[in-house]
């Protein structure tokens, strides 16, 4: 991941128990600040970093059912893009389940 913009969306093949068990971890010992449907983790470089979620539907594949979150990052605009990029690395290294 090279450029890790301020503001981002993303969809999480989660539930959001699974999404709040995971998160302690992601943040790598940083605060993490809870409260329903988002979080507050700092400090991030000079900032922080603010995720807001909700649920959507589930995505079906014909008898499967894969839970998903849909999740806004708001990097503060004094988080600079290494800084951003660093942390975004770490979390999504802790994030990843399965696969290949």
Aim: hydrophobic share 45%; with cysteine; charged share 25%.
């Amino acid at each position: 991941m090279n450029d890790v913009p301020a503001a981002f969306s993303r969809e999480q093949g989660c539930t959001e128990a699974e999404w709040l068990g995971w998160l302690p971890g992601a943040v790598d010992g940083r605060t993490l600040a809870l409260q329903p449907g988002q979080a507050r983790i700092e400090p991030i470089g000079s900032g922080g970093l603010t995720m807001v979620w909700r649920a959507l539907e589930p995505r079906r594949i014909a008898l499967i059912s894969l839970p998903r979150l849909a999740v806004d990052f708001r990097f503060d605009a004094d988080v600079e893009a290494c800084e951003r990029q660093r942390f975004m690395r770490r979390f999504d290294l802790w994030m990843q389940r399965g696969g290949g």
